[in-house]
């Protein structure tokens, strides 16, 4: 691209846009940090500096001290894990059915899955706190992890048939001559080579569970059983919110998802696919 | 090793699409078969139902004596080639070729031994800890085919194994499939839409047609006593001239051609002319090989030549004849030149008659 | 060497781990467990965290004094404890008590999911408490026979006047004062027309704040009747409001518009001279180290003579109807402790909360201290929050009209007719009681013959299925446990739905509901509202989502090909996604802040631009919530679009550049064709992502406003269900969502064939 002489421009232009939209995506959450370093509670100034003149850690460590915030980090992270590791499970095996099979109701199936986005989820809580009482899983991670696999899943399923698709399936064929049962056939070929997809799917599974907080305060009851968001939400008050632990906590909430995509970022452009793409 | 045989083998699909319709064949032990035919003829779904990648509809396949519809593919014991070579991405190339073998639980000096062997008939020896991608088509061409050999299964099947190759290389991977078979000596199904291929390969040529087979023959006889005009058209390179014309008394009328028909000498025998040459509408088909201006044989027509195509070993020459496109082929040395106005010569016997309706060849030349 | 079969071992062999461990540590059943014969009794609270501490030491000492019972106590924010504690009754169980103020009382009493608390509670000891601590209720059932429904610990809840004394040497005793002082307090310091300290600063959302007023010009939100009828309308009201106006455009006094972060921050940083708030607030006022602060009463008006009242609400224990008998014995044990005179003190002396004894009235620690004195005079001149139901309904009346009201969009007279107006339908409403008719029976036979119609023409496909099995089972094994838990999860609460859409259940018919007809469906239709909604919800799915292509497609053609710093961008432009969308959307209503928002501040300070009104004006609260929504979801169809176009082979971009075609015609004829098919689906979840997004509008708009403007469908049923209890239209609203949701996803897949992956 560097023999045209307009290249340039185009390149300028491009770092250009880039950075106006890295500055907005970046502000708020500079934003967030520079509450969390306020002293006093102050959600509202009219200092743009993002480190303000008289910053404190006072909130962090508040944090530690004075708030659970290990334990509901754990929880969080325990949480989130057994969301990510079931999710992960249930889409690759669920979206290579769909993606390699055309059995009876699999295009009912399809349709259902992507159905249940279509109901406010708002209307799902009174009958599914009824129903987490009826399986006596008020106040358990199983409920919890049940419910938020379960609000994962449809996009996962999409995710990973779509990506599926694109692996030639000749492969399988091959695999299949050289003796492999079709459940072999799965797991020695089309598995390892779904792996970026996997990745997605369980990017999107760890982050569905690491940031939801509404069904979390229908099941859990118990301050020590607090997830993380939950957590957060427990310095909210109508009228008294303590900003400073607010935005302390949602800068460290935030830290391990950063962290995370930016490891899987490679794998996020090419592993996101929700069909459509066919070699 | 093994001799394979279909017995009425169909194909159907729910939308009642049918894809193969009652094949019969029998392909002998270490015989090289090659079928062949246009794309959507069937021939890779007879191909697949061999592999048991595709689900028979009616009919049996025996390997041996074994009837194997219901067998798993890895249970048939048969390897097989495919078109995009299917290599596993995630296995280097020593991997790939073991795999297999690994899956059937073979001892690991067992699987060492033939890997090698594979490895050298093929010479890859440098390439074993690669991964495909870093591999160029006619090595990954190779160790499909290394795949396929280090099981030394009953059958090996090809689905159009060359085609993904540029001009060069897929002529020097021919010669060397063929004189691989030579050296295994492994019954061989070969599936092609490239007659060259088809023509080189085969020890017998199956040509197919809208899942129906026309002609079962070695290559030869297919070229020389096409079963119709089908087979006539798709064997030969450049293709089969045809003109759409008239007999009468003998003569044979298009235009401004008048072909008489002699009776073909020492290849119909005795038969009776007015018996074996369909009367009526007919078509007349000959090779551009054929094709003479020596005129030591009957006269065809005067054409004047549109295009020339000097090879240097034959030319090439296209010119209309009866409002169709025709083709000649010529000798090296020859001086013709677009625009020329010549004289085309078609030698007694070397024609072919097919009846209109039926596009069945007019006669019965088998010696 | 690459080994799968083990990468896959290691994945089961964790998940089964991690199911087992979960399921082993998750199984503190919390409601009723006597782990070594202990008593457990869960309370449900909504104290903030300075409240917190007090309650975790009282909690302890109560530990310490006994060792039968032990006490769990979880916070929940206001509203999550209500709708919280409703799901639970629904269910059966819930926390033996919940603390919480008075104004609940009303629709819990109404469910008839609190029980009677005075077989625990000796009639003698009814006059320890002040009248307001105890609270009293009749039920539906039994008219006559009033019963306790909470034991107050503390009374108040009230706001008074705060004032700066580095700017006020002694509060305002009548409103004539309070205006003179505060037009002295206003300053503007650099005479750029932009006010730099108010003289005076409240909450100009909830209408809580206006009661005081109302009250000090001889008004009251009900009329004297005894019955909820709302007197929104009166002379009295009116003046109120023509006096909170004239605070604002006559005296300007008052800042344009102000929330109350806002008041809350103007006053900590020196910027207001004075506040109205509520006693949870003094206590962080006080003991600023920065600051020099009492507590006044508010003053009296001028015009009336009477005293400015403002609202004064007990808080306190009620007992869960669900709680069995030795958990109410249990949980009355600790509410008898918690309400004793040395916890009460306790509360009293660390956050100034007045007792609801009689005996600490006369407490020297009390007497001596001048803000819990100055908060006991504030509340003899308030009015008690009358315990009924039907107040939520004034709230949700008032808001809106008194946000417009401050924000000068109606005059006074117009707000308090409109206030009046909404009170009565609203109340009407909330009192709904839907009989069952003739369609509810026509609707039963309906579902029983779509049912038997629908079983009978799948019956094929049961034969089909038998007969699949045994060629595809590994397909069936595959997506079975996937298809359990969806069906577990969402197909149950959705039939429910169904169920519940057909039902009258409200706060009339709350734990007895039945399915009565389409009444539901009827009034959706039949009301102009739902259709301006929809509309709404129509232009925002259509902005937010053309939005979120436009600004994906271009950050990803700026990405695509080689390019200086790129992952870093790439990292940096996915920050939005990869923050949990709770944190990010309160952030930027904070960056809409009028006086302190970042987007104000900037658009002033680099552009010189005015200040936009984002949170107070409906259209722009609109963009402001439609701005977050967008910043919000570009990452994702940037990763979508770069994702696809790495799938475009460069010899057509090479072939154009061939035939001169320009960059702008490449991407139209080239790029935007190619991406089509990755494009499609992600744009059909995306929509349908938007049209239910809920999170937005909630956090941006603060629920709705200014005056509930600013709804989207999905909001629209939450505020439905939520604050007036109609589960039975929320849910007949719900399935008009689903609906048209379905339609659309269909026509459009039908359309643009955007899901060809399932054929």
New interface residues.
Partial sequence: ?AEAPESRW??A???A??TL??L??????I??FS?SLRP???????D?AIIPADWTLDSYQKLFTEQPFLQWLGNSL??S??VT??G????A??G???S????????A??????????????????????????L?L??????L???Y???A???C??QM??FY?TI?I??E????????????T????S???AVPGLVITALFSF?TA??E?IVA??VL???D?FTL?LG?????????T?WG?YAAA?IL??IP??I???LL??Y??????????KE | MAQIRLSNLCKRYENGFVAVDHVNLEIADGEFLVLVGPSGCGKSTTLRMIAGLEEVSSGDIFVGDQRINDLEPGDRDIAMVFQNYALYPHMTVRENMSFGLRMRKTPKAEIEKRVAAATQILSLESLLDRRPKQLSGGQRQRVAVGRAIVRQPKAFLFDEPLSNLDAKLRVQMRTELARLHHQLRTTTVYVTHDQVEAMTLGDRIVVMKDGVIQQIDTPLNVYQFPANRFVAGFIGSPAMNFIDGEISAGVFHAGEVRYPLPQPAGKAGALDQAKTLPTGLATLGFRPESLTTQDNAPRLAEVKLEVVEQMGHETIAYFSLAGSSMVARLSGKSPAQPGDRITLHLPVGDWHLFARETNRHGQQPRL | MNRPSTVLFVGLACCAVAVIVLVATGCSNWSTSSRSGQQVVTLWHQMTVGERKVLDQEVARFHASQSRIRVNTLYKETEELRSGFQAAALAGTGPELIFGPSDSLGAFVTMGVVQDMSPWFDKSRVAEFIPQGLTFLATPKEPGRPILVQIGDRVGNHLALVYNRDLISSPPTTTDELVALAVKTTIDRDHDGKTDQYGLVWNFVEPFFAVPFITGYGGWVFDESGDPVPALDSPACIAALEFLVSLQTEHHVLPANCDYETADALFKSGSAAMIINGDWSWGDYLSNPQMNVAIAPLPIVSATGKPMGPMVATKGYSLNVHARAEESAAAMEFVDFMTSAETQRNFMSKLKTLPSRKGLLDDPLLKEDPTLMASALQMKNGRAMPVVAELRAIWDSMRPHYQALLAGNVTPAEAARLMQADAVSTIARLNQNIQPNSTGLVLKLVALILTVTLLWFQRGAWRQLTNDWSKNRLAYLLIAPSLAVIVLTIVYPFFYNVVLSFSNMSLRNFQNWQVTGWQNYQQIFTEQKFFVVLLKTVVWTVVCVFFHVVIGLLLAVALNGPLRGKSIYRVLLILPWAIPAYITALTWRGMFDYEYGAVNLIANQFFGLPPINWLSDATNAFIACIITNVWLGFPFMMVIALGGMQGIPRELYEAAKMDRVPRWKQFWHITLPMLKPVLLPAVTLGTIWTFNNLNVIWLVSNSGEPSDKTHILVSYVYKAVFSLYQYGYGAALSMVIFVLLLLFSLLFMWRTKATEGIN
């Avoid at chain 1, 006093?40 to 009219?46: A, C, E, K, Q």
């Avoid at chain 1, 064929?173 to 072999?184: K, L, N, T, V």
């Avoid at chain 1, 799965?186 to 070929?189: A, D, H, P, S, T």
Wanted: aromatic share 12%.
């Fill in positions: 691209m185009i390149a232009t491009r770092h846009v880039l939209f890295v907005i995506s970046v502000y708020p959450v934003n967030v509450v006093g509670n102050r959600l509202r100034s009219t743009l325990l949480v894990l057994a590791v079931l992960v499970g249930l889409a095996t669920g290579y059915a769909l390699r099979y055309r059995f009876v109701g699999r295009k199936s399809m349709l259902a899955i992507l159905t249940t986005q279509m109901f406010p989820a708002t209307m799902l809580l009174l009958p599914l706190y009824v129903m987490i009482a009826y006596h008020v106040n358990t991670f199983l409920g992890l049940i419910f696999t379960a609000t899943l449809p996009f399923l999409w048939k779509g698709d030639p000749s492969l064929e091959a695999a299949r001559m050289d003796g492999c049962s079709r459940w072999q799965f797991v020695r070929v598995l390892p080579l982050m690491w940031s907080y305060a229908q009851q118990e301050r059983m968001p957060l939400k427990s310095f909210q008050a109508s009228m008294s303590e632990l949602s909430v935030s998802v950063v995370v995509f930016m970022s490679r996020l452009v090419s592993g996101l696919n929700m069909g459509g793409v």
